[in-house]
């Protein structure tokens, strides 16, 4: 099994989102509003690709059961680029791209504005405290002290060398260690920290600065980003240090002066890309150092790993479900918790999941602590988080949220049939509209009401079958049928008075 989650897709932020809009027969108005500056990452932890095998159900339709389907075309989507941060190439490609993708997802966002939603956390504003608070800082990450897979970020930096990077919020600034993987092929995934404080950058220039701003922070000659290309070129230590002290001055002044307040205050939501640059921060810091454990998994049980990543995770979000904050998320096998994390932050919703593999929960509650400091460090508020340990069947917890969750989501890809089934009965307790998202449909193709079923779980389901592009899950690269059903009591009770 190989998880290529650890790195792999952070050095993607300025790459377009590309999961296309499903083909719908109505027509959408759509505004014009402004919106932030959108952009993409990718991550997520990657599974032998050949561990489990996708199949897709030839849906038959009836009168009383019908599986919908979306046209979609299933050609590759580009996978983002890989590696290191090329600072000596002009960025001006993938601007372009990223512009592109800002313009193509604004009306979609538009559409589906949570007015309810506030982003910015308050307390992460405040200096009551001195912004001091437990964290992982990247240069406390240990696979940093191994001397055989890093090396100075350039030739003539010190070993040991040490900086620290103001965040957009009062909290205190995160220490890096100037290092990069000795290594530099384009397929390693080790933290790079020089990279980190690149994605950084570009992340607060698009998401918390006013556009009357963003040109003197992103200029192509005097910006910050380009300023420390250039240092990193030139091998210059001294010109390194005096960037990061200018961006860390330049910060603290639009953060003091009030104006990063402003920005974030006029937010309803808050950009995938950035969502993804924190989760991806958060797993680099923890889960990624104890990948290897995720391996103890049993072939042929329910007990198998695997994850949507945040790209699909974020469709099914804003598209397929269109959550909001003030509604509740439940997801069933949660993992090491990223779609958990992913939806309070990305949605502002109260937010449970349930894991039974006791190494995966262990890494799930570290993950999630690392995580709510890291909302703090970029000034972010998020939902509230449930982890829960033990089997999602008899977990008490999750037995008094079911009845008042919104969306459900059940990873059951690697599920026995039977677990599936007594997942089919437990929806019963579920309210009208939830929405169930699975990667296996729970009713059976060609279902009908009979008089004989009637009172079966699967009459109370309405099943969308949806397909999604290569690259959204970790178990394979290619594309794949996942179902979103919607409980609805009422054809049983029509079929019924039909038959009186």
């Not at 307040?261 to 939501?269: F, K, R, W």
């Not at 969502?275 to 329910?302: M, P, W």
């Amino acid at each position: 099994m190989s998880f290529n989650y650890l790195l792999k897709k952070s050095s993607a932020s300025t790459q377009s989102l590309q999961i296309r809009k499903e083909v719908v027969t109505t027509k959408t108005t759509i505004r014009t509003a402004p919106l932030p500056k959108i952009t993409s990452l990718s991550n997520g932890l990657h599974q032998d690709r050949n561990h489990t095998t996708h199949t897709q159900d030839r849906v038959r339709k009836s009168p009383s059961h019908t599986i919908k389907k979306h046209s979609e075309a299933t050609r590759k989507r580009r996978t983002p680029s890989q590696g290191l941060v090329n600072f000596s190439s002009d960025d001006s490609e993938g601007e372009e791209e990223g512009e592109s993708s800002r313009k193509k997802l604004k009306a979609d966002l538009e559409q589906d504005q949570d007015l309810k939603r506030q982003v910015r956390n308050k307390k992460a504003f405040s200096e009551d405290d001195e912004g001091i608070f437990p964290m992982v800082h990247a240069a406390d990450i240990p696979s940093l002290d191994k001397a055989t897979k890093y090396i100075p970020s350039f030739e003539g930096l010190p070993e040991n060398t040490e900086v620290s990077l103001q965040y957009p919020s009062a909290s205190q600034r995160e220490r890096y260690l100037l290092m990069q993987p000795r290594t530099k092929r384009s397929d390693n995934n080790d933290f790079n920290a020089l990279e980190d404080i690149v994605h950084v950058m570009h992340q607060v220039i698009a998401h918390y600065l006013p556009l009357s701003r963003r040109e003197l922070f992103d200029n192509d000659t005097t910006g910050y980003p380009k300023r420390l290309h250039r240092a990193i070129n030139r091998r210059s230590e001294h010109e390194l240090m005096i960037v990061i002290q200018d961006w860390n001055d330049a910060v603290s002044k639009l953060r003091s002066e009030g104006i990063i307040s402003q920005v974030l205050d006029n937010y309803h939501s808050i950009q995938p890309d950035l969502v993804e640059r924190i989760l991806s921060q958060a797993c680099a810091r923890t889960v990624s150092l104890g990948v290897k454990s995720l391996r103890e998994y049993e072939n042929g049980t329910d007990n198998v790993y695997g994850e949507l990543l945040p790209r699909f995770v974020s469709r099914i979000l804003r598209e397929d479900t269109h959550l909001k904050s003030d509604q509740t998320f439940v997801d069933l096998g949660s993992g090491v918790g990223n779609v958990v994390l992913q939806a309070a932050l990305e949605v502002g919703c109260e937010s449970w999941g349930c894991e039974m593999m006791k190494n995966t929960c262990d890494l799930a509650e570290q993950q999630q602590a690392e995580f709510e400091a890291r909302c703090r460090l970029w000034g972010l508020a998020a939902g509230d988080i449930h982890l829960e340990r033990g089997d999602f069947l008899t977990n008490t917890a999750i037995a008094k949220i079911l009845p008042k969750a919104d969306v459900v989501l059940v990873n059951n890809q690697a599920f026995t049939p039977q677990l599936n089934e007594r997942l089919t009965s437990l929806f019963l307790d579920l309210k009208e509209g939830c929405r169930i998202v699975s990667l296996k449909s729970f009713v059976p193709a060609g279902h009908k009401i009979s008089a004989r079923n009637l009172y079966s779980p699967f009459n109370v389901l309405e099943v969308e079958q949806k397909e999604y592009f290569s690259e959204c899950v970790s178990w394979t690269a290619a594309p794949g049928t996942y179902y979103v059903s919607r409980k609805d009591s009422r054809k049983i009770k029509a079929f019924a008075a039909r038959n009186e």
